[in-house]
Nanobody
Framework: QVQLVESGGGLVQPGGSLRLSCAAS????????MSWYRQAPGKERELVAT????????IYLDSVKGRFTISRDNAEKTVYLQMNSLKSEDTAVYYC?????WGQGTQVTVSS
């Protein structure tokens, strides 16, 4: 059974940082690219970042380039999203995706 479990969301002030984690189980993690998506209220879900199987390539949404970093630890079967210089427009539910499956999401709220 494939499971993706996100953690690390919360409330942070503008300019602050958060690190999201997504723990995977039920499939061979290193065989798959992994992605983070987000969905803000009233908006469509959008792709934030993708990392290839061994981290050799990373792709980012233009609005997060230079602020967010996606990484992975294949031994721990975990993918991370380091988010720095957070802005109010980053407020959303963040989802992990891999092997065609979604996690349950974790709320990130950027507000003073």
């Amino acid at each position: 059974q494939v499971q993706l479990v996100e953690s690390g969301g919360g409330l942070v002030q503008p300019g602050g940082s958060l690190r999201l984690s997504c723990a995977a189980s039920g499939f061979t993690f290193s065989n798959y690219a992994m992605s983070w998506y987000r969905q803000a209220p009233g908006k469509e879900r959008e792709l934030v970042a993708t990392i290839t199987n061994y981290g050799e390539r990373r792709i980012y949404l233009d609005s997060v380039k230079g602020r967010f970093t996606i990484s992975r630890d294949n031994a721990e079967k975990t993918v991370y999203l380091q988010m720095n210089s957070l802005k109010s427009e980053d407020t959303a539910v963040y989802y992990c995706r891999g092997n065609g499956n979604w996690g349950q999401g974790t709320q990130v709220t950027v507000s003073s």
